[in-house]
């Protein structure tokens, strides 16, 4: 038996390494495909004119985990559009590459850690070429939520295979990716419908009704009925709900018998995970005898009773029904946009994106990469100056960005970064550790007794602001400049920036601080910011004689002009 | 305008009408509550809300125990059914149809407080509309029904504020803006421990999230040096709060204000009640956030915070157990019952137990059938109110008959609330010092309801 198992893993292994095989061949039908489902798509894009230094910073700031200063010069030499395509085509970074290998290693009863994930997470962004793609992940990650906190907090290679799966999809469409989301065995553990049986009056057991709920509420349709500019339809004065509870019990039963993947088929291989060493980064598969036989009812579909239980075909129809559904483009395009771009969007925008979410322009629905189009070269993500637009930035997003605007470089090449939680002391945030499946803040989160609520605007980064985590970021963020971040080997943290692009600038406070503001901000330091930078910089002398103590003062000027910059809520606010 | 000034205006223009146009129930707070803090009594009073978050399982917290009864409750339990050997009986003082109830057996310092008559049950509360008389009213009539039953955002905030998900005003926020005025220090009226809760939320307060540790300060702010500049910490300080017309940043900018405004005189105030204060020692988890309550309790009287009448939420999270809920929910309460009696120990230390009332709110309670080896969503749920002011070793309520198909099922043995979640509100905030009369202002259909008085707090 053990023999087996190691043949099998190092088949995995080496089938993983290969590049030889043709694209989106899957190692075996039991794997997750290796690329995302091609989609006809319109033959040619066209370019978008050169955008402004600024421009392309913003646009960097919105697509990826941070602007690098090469970035933003090659992005103003090119175009938006074929800056896009280019990242459409970019190979993907698999975390289950850093991962695997230390799983293989584990011996008998060990589990790994979850630093190692986030030290996977922290590498890729601050290194990956395949940006947007990560960003997209890490935005899908807030949508399509599972988390290390509760029953997953060992299963890091699970987890990081889901993220690869998000990853993929995440050019390719909707469909797939709802239907993988709904098979990886982590959101299975997550939404607890991994080995969920179907009824028995005898027993007095009926189906986990868990995922059928959340599908419906927080991955697809949503809880009201949409117009495509994603404001409520009405009737009566009333909104109307999408489903009630009757829609809940007969979805259920759709979502009754899946388990684990792989070639097994027994009962032991639906009750044991131990039965299939690659459980948890196999889709989960249907086992008939476990799955509901009887009639199932769920916004307006009907399956009849069957002899035979079908929980693949029944699987394929409830995906079809919730994909179909035309809440999905208003409901998925705005959250999209709210991660992304801002946290209030127009219903014109709203509705353009839903617009080519329905169709991609060749017929085709749910076509990702028609969406993302949609949704970062819509004129009002790249209006640059419209009030009161754009969204708080996540605290992860933050320190993603000081790595890449800093160049910086983990010395043992591992990014070794942990745990960022607590509020107090860190970020307030970590990847893929949401307190529950809906995300460390609601889409449609109003800070309470505030203007922004009399002006009823929705801010959802701010759910996880507070008087204690506005404090703790800024002495995070402060000693992360002055030190580095990471764990300390030999008295020296890790992970640490060079500035070595912004040092030969520090001269000259004035033309220092406007690089600082083109790479951090997009230009949008006001004129009173800039100004009190200037000064509290300019107060750093550069000793004239001593060489080796006036390049400490420059790496302070920068180091202070980026400080001052990424606590002002000039900075705090992505426009 | 400093923060402190524009509290202070706005306190103004509210008492004077003028906000009538903009927040017509502000005013009605400003004009009518102050007859509720006229009346109010003199003495300090604060209510404390734990939220079991995710839904805890009722039907496995507080369990039939008479042979008869638990063996109908096991029976329509199946897997998830408690053993009745490793069950707590309890013992109230009021009948309840002869039969016996007892406690999950991780709830054992609950037990202890409820025997003692420091702790009360309120069986089977859920947000309620009006009053449904039975299951069939509920199924084969529209009679008026809370939105969005079954959904944990929703139903969290329907229990903290009476509206789905993006409610803006809760009641224990409601209950600050009635009876902050005799406070010091307005802004901390309503305090967390647990991030935003909407609970807390409402016009004219605004909640302070403290940590377990106390408040955080920026901490180079007054440093002579930033980076080798001397101008840096005052760069520092600028640059923290400026904010120009955007909304965003302006409310960013308004989170630091009271960040820095707080911080001051927190540290200041708890350094007086040092960290080891023998009255409160160091515990785990949950109870450091009752810690925190305590200790911020302990320095009610400080010059610096001046508190009559305080508002406090704190949080656990992991009770959705659709699976493996026996393992779970033992953990989870055993942490709850184990803060519980902790906070109850602190209090009684500080000689404060008569003026400080805990209380447990959930999503929702749990359906009776098991789905093999957890429970799905149900409505109604059993809560618990503690501290010295209230008339405990009893339930209050009307404990439900555990079985399928009784006239509080409405499918799966998910139970139909026999009490409302405002007449559970009311019996506190009427505690808390509010006015029969001002009840509906923070309470809105509290009108719906004839019993507005549960019993189960000493009168005032």
Known sequence: MRATLAALILSLAGLAACSTLSPGTPPDKWSYPLEARRLPRPSSTAATPHPTAADASRVLQQTTFGPRPDEIDALARSDFNSWLSAQFETRQTLFLNDIEPEHLKLEKGKNLNQELFFRTFWKHAATAPDQLRQRMAFALSEIFVISFEGMLDVKIRGVASYWDMLGRNAFGDFRTLLDEVSRHPMMGIYLSHLKNQKEDPAKGRVPDENFAREVMQLFSIGLYELNIDGTLKLRDGKPIETYDNEDITGLAKVFTGFSYGGPGLTDPHFHNQGLEPRWDILPMKGYPKFHSANQKSFLGTIIKPQAISDPEGDLKNAIDRLFNHPNVGPFFGKQLIQRLVTSNPSPAYVKRVALAFNDNGVGVRGDMQAVIRAVLLDPEARQSNSDNSGKLREPVLRLSQWMRAFNARSASGDFLIGNTDNPGFSLGQSPLRSPTVFNFYRPGYVPPGTAMARANQVAPEMQIVSESSVAGYANFIQTTIEAGVGRAEGGKRDVQADYSTQLPLADSPEISVDALDLLLTGKRLSVASRTRIVDAVTAISLPANKPANAEAAKRNRVRLAALLIMVSPDYLVQK | ?460
Not at chain 2, 52 to 74: C, E, F, K, L, R
Not at chain 2, 132 to 156: E, G, V, Y
Not at chain 2, 173 to 182: I, M, Q, V, Y
């Open chain 2, 1 to 460: 305008m400093s923060n402190a000034s524009r509290r202070e205006f706005l306190r103004r223009v509210g008492a004077l009408g003028l906000l009538r146009a903009v927040a017509p129930l502000g005013l009605q707070l400003a004009g009518i509550g102050a007859a509720s803090a006229a009346n109010a009594p003199e003495d300090y009073r604060a209510l404390v809300c734990l939220f079991m978050m995710g839904a805890n399982d009722a039907h496995n917290t507080i369990v039939p125990y008479d042979q008869a009864s638990y063996d109908t409750y096991a029976t329509a339990r199946t897997s998830i059914a408690l053993p009745r050997e490793t069950l707590l009986p309890i013992h109230p003082i009021n009948n309840i149809g002869g039969r016996e109830l007892a406690l999950h057996p991780a709830l054992m310092p609950l037990h202890n407080l409820f025997e003692r008559r420091q702790a009360a049950i309120l069986a089977n509360v859920g947000p309620l509309l009006v009053p449904i008389k039975d299951a069939a009213t509920f199924k084969n009539t529209s009679i008026a029904r809370p939105p969005k039953l079954f959904s944990h955002n929703d139903q969290q905030a329907i229990w903290q504020a009476f509206s789905p998900e993006g409610a803006k005003l809760g009641w224990g926020g409601r209950l600050a803006d009635l009876l902050s005025a005799r406070n010091g220090k307005h802004m901390f009226t309503a305090i967390s421990t647990s991030g935003n809760a909407v609970f807390l939320a409402s016009d004219k307060t605004i909640q302070y999230q403290i940590s377990n540790s106390g408040a955080i300060g920026f901490n180079r702010s007054t440093a002579n040096q930033l980076f080798g500049s001397a101008k840096g910490a005052e760069a520092l300080r600028a640059q923290i709060a400026m904010a120009g017309d955007d909304l965003l940043q302006k409310e960013y900018a308004g989170v630091v204000n009271r960040s820095i405004d707080a911080h001051g005189l927190v540290s200041a105030a708890l350094a007086r009640l040092p960290e080891t204060d023998p009255r409160l020692a160091l515990p785990a988890d949950l109870a450091q956030q009752l810690r925190i309550v305590a200790r911020m309790i302990g320095v009610r009287d400080d010059e610096n915070i001046q508190q009559r009448r305080q508002v406090f939420f704190v949080s656990l999270g992991g009770f959705d157990t659709h699976d493996h809920q026996l393992g779970k929910q033992a953990e989870l309460l055993s942490s709850v019952a184990s803060s519980i009696a902790y906070f109850q120990q602190s209090m009684e230390n500080l000689g404060i137990a008569r003026n400080v009332t805990l209380f447990t709110a959930s999503d929702f309670g749990r359906a009776l059938l098991s789905n093999g080896d957890g429970s799905d969503h149900g409505w109604g749920g059993h809560h618990f109110i503690v501290g010295s002011a209230v008339q405990g070793g009893n339930i209050y309520g009307q404990f439900p008959d555990v079985a399928l198909n009784t006239t509080t099922d409405i499918g799966n043995g998910r139970l139909l609330p026999t009490t409302a979640v405002d007449q559970y509100a009311a019996t506190l905030a009427r505690w808390m010092g509010v006015s029969n009369a001002d009840l509906p202002l923070v309470l809105p259909n509290i009108g719906n309801f004839s019993q507005r008085d549960l019993g189960f707090m000493a009168a005032i």
